[in-house]
């Protein structure tokens, strides 16, 4: 059971920047892939960015292309979401998610990771 905690999320104006981290329980995640998802309030949870694990490949949603960057820390299991020039559509809480089983070309389906972190807030004041 990959247990996932996320930290980092907080209050910033418009144009500011955070980044959300997400530690693994395992010594050494070997899963398929591990990214983020975000739901904002009356919204569904969607796909925001991933990291295809074996390859470091990463993959963005359309909306945070050239702002949010994805990377990791193998030596601390440790996954990264570095958020620059954030925009007030950008608040929601953001939730790490890993898959074991999933397949590339369903990288960006929430349906498809099995683990769940417990989610943090990110709120963007305009």
């Known amino acids: 059971q990959v247990q996932l905690t996320e930290s980092g999320g907080g209050l910033v104006q418009t144009g500011g920047s955070l980044r959300l981290s997400c530690a693994t329980s395992e010594r050494r995640f070997n899963g398929r892939a591990m990214g983020w998802f975000r739901q904002a309030p009356g919204k569904e949870r969607e796909f925001v960015a991933t990291?295809?694990?074996?390859?470091?490949?990463?993959f963005y949603d359309d909306s945070v292309k050239g702002r949010f960057t994805i990377s990791r820390d193998n030596a601390k299991n440790t996954v990264f979401l570095q958020m620059n020039n954030l925009k007030p559509e950008d608040t929601a809480v953001y939730y790490c998610?890993?898959?074991?089983?999933?397949?590339?070309?369903?990288?960006?389906?929430?349906?498809?990771?099995?683990?769940w972190g417990q989610g943090t807030q990110v709120t963007i004041s305009s």
């Open positions: 990291m295809w694990w074996s390859s470091g490949t990463t």
């Open positions: 998610a890993a898959g074991n089983s999933l397949i590339l070309s369903s990288i960006k389906r929430a349906d498809q990771y099995g683990y």
